[in-house]
T-cell receptor
Framework: GENVEQHPSTLSVQEGDSAVIKCTYS??????FPWYKQELGKGPQLIID?????GEKKDQRIAVTLNKTAKHFSLHITETQPEDSAVYFC???????????????FGQGTILTVHP | KAGVTQTPRYLIKTRGQQVTLSCSPI?????VSWYQQTPGQGLQFLFE???????NKGNFPGRFSGRQFSNSRSEMNVSTLELGDSALYLC????????????FGSGTRLTVV
């Protein structure tokens, strides 16, 4: 089955700096890669996603890049703000109808702390 | 519009008991998935339902089961509770059966004592 590794496990930055979180996946059939943000006491919130036919996607201060050959994808947050502090999860899914269809495999999470 | 609603928010059960958790998806969403979140294992897929049928299942024992009703609401049941079942149980819904664009609820925190 799919295995997703996420690094780093904790990340501390100053307000205004950039933050980068990286994930690698094992199953070449995976073709959908969402990122979720989880705040204390809440469920994960989808913040951005990318499909395997796209190399990069941006949404304001957030961007995701995908390297299918190397099987890794990254989340980039620019101009970080204290409200960006949360746990971030990457995930992978096969949406082409394989055995992992409809199932998200998550990374272990990154605790991001943005210091004012 | 209303998000994914999970009830109850908190639950304390005794080892050996059974428990039923409820999930109401976003209106119009037909797919409901369940995930278990623990500090040690992270987020793990339990099962997904679409049109009242279980379409995919994770690697959990048969004590974990679920169902989906015709209005897309879903329940999951855990029988013969063990201490290790203590976790945050998250429900997610999406328009179609695909894993695409999931919206998660806030979860049910289950504590087994």
């Amino acid at each position: 089955g799919e295995n997703v590794e996420q690094h780093p496990s904790t990340l501390s930055v100053q307000e205004g700096d950039s933050a980068v979180i990286k994930c690698t996946y094992s199953d070449s059939a995976s073709n959908y890669f969402p990122w979720y943000k989880q705040e204390l006491g809440k469920g994960p919130q989808l913040i951005i996603d990318i499909r395997s036919n796209v190399g990069e996607k941006k949404d304001q201060r957030i961007a995701v890049t995908l390297n299918k050959t190397a099987k890794h994808f990254s989340l980039h947050i620019t101009e970080t703000q204290p409200e960006d502090s949360a746990v971030y999860f990457c995930a992978a899914s096969d949406q082409a109808g394989g055995t992992s269809y409809g199932k998200l495999t998550f990374g272990q999470g990154t605790i991001l702390t943005v210091h004012p | 519009k209303a998000g994914v609603t999970q009830t109850p928010r908190y639950l304390i059960k005794t080892r050996g008991q059974q428990v039923t958790l409820s999930c109401s998806p976003i209106s119009g969403h037909r797919s409901v998935s369940w995930y278990q979140q623990t500090p040690g294992q992270g987020l793990q897929f339990l099962f997904e339902y679409f049109s009242e049928t279980q379409r995919n299942k994770g690697n959990f024992p048969g004590r974990f089961s679920g169902r989906q009703f015709s209005n897309s609401r879903s329940e999951m049941n855990v029988s013969t509770l063990e201490l290790g079942d203590s976790a945050l149980y998250l429900c997610a819904s999406s328009l179609e059966f695909s894993g695409y664009g999931y919206t998660f609820g806030s979860g049910t925190r289950l504590t087994v004592v």
